[in-house]
DNA sequence: ACACAATGAATGAATATTCATTCTTTAAGA
DNA sequence: TCTTAAAGAATGAATATTCATTCATTGTGT
């Protein structure tokens, strides 16, 4: 009947506005220019996304697909520890493959312009990981301490191992990977 | 209304500009709502600042200068242990009670609207923070890695740690920072 | 009286969003 | 199979707003 809104030109314009919003923040990034960037008139965002502020939470939304599609947290046939090198090895190669989408989802989860929806999502991401934790926990691996902490001392160490990295001041070599990998097993570990 | 520019009226710039920053990030802060923000005319800001990226490298560089007021390194007489206590202790402290101080220069570090003189600054925190953790693996306390390795992972932590209790995951009790530290103390010690 | 800080309205450029218009696809009717 | 009209996707110029910056004017301490 008619000629049929795309997923493809969706996506184009998903990743467009991640380049541009990854550059220049969400502020800084306008409209046009993210229009530009995918290769359709202005105009044409506006069929697909109801706003800016829409067309970030969708953003945030499909980001935080990706990385669950690439983050693994094991079962519980693996030890603790194997279960541990699982999430630390798929979550670093995500940051080393995946920059721009890490640094957004990380830089977003309380953005202001999220909404109360979106921001539902970024909490079974927290969820995820808690009962990863639980799990190691009550196995008698990792440390009797509050799953947040341990969670935020986790996801700290990979951060700061991506961004030394991202910043060329540390090789992404396995080695190196996974070095800091010991590290933070020695962190929580019992 | 004196016709001498006052240091003081430059500060209320800087600190208003710090929390308009904060709250809406550089792109999103107006040069007129900073002038509100501080309590004085638009035209005043350009009185003070060439214009809003030299407010902006301004203002890094008046944080960082608090920042290294706040936080210790300790010297050599102490224990290596000791020296990464006071380390951890002033920086987790220094980012509770200045928290919007801390997170403008680590999201700065690397903004493209901050000049290279600017930039140079930077690094030499990354100098301070290499020396410290030299000492540490000369005295034979810490893994012998890569500096930036040690130092990616133990800034992590602080942060990972910090982050959780600014959202309220978890409570700033001493309690908390003193495991967190231990934690952070057993991903670098031999 | 002078020097210069302070002001905030004015300026022009950039922005988000709208909308009248032009395609493109589809399928009903012949 | 061919024609054609409805549905709605795509467009980009137009609009209203917001922005960084300027500057003519006013205020104030020396």
Redesign the interface.
Known sequence: MSPVKSEEKRFRILEAALRVFSD?????SSIPSIAKEAEVATGTIYVYFKDKQALANELYLYLRDIFRQHVKLGDDRMTPRERFHTLWQSYIHFGLSHRMELEFIEDHH?A?YLEKETQKAAFEF?NDYSKFLENLVKAGAV?N??L??L???????????L??IW?E??EPTEE?IA??EQ??W???RI
Chains 1, 2 share one sequence.
């Open positions: 220049k923040g969400y502020y800084g309380h202001p927290l440390k301490e509050s947040f902490l969670l935020g001392m986790m996801e700290g160490m990979a951060l700061g191992l961004h030394i910043h001041h540390l190196n070095k800091a590290m933070a020695e962190a929580i």
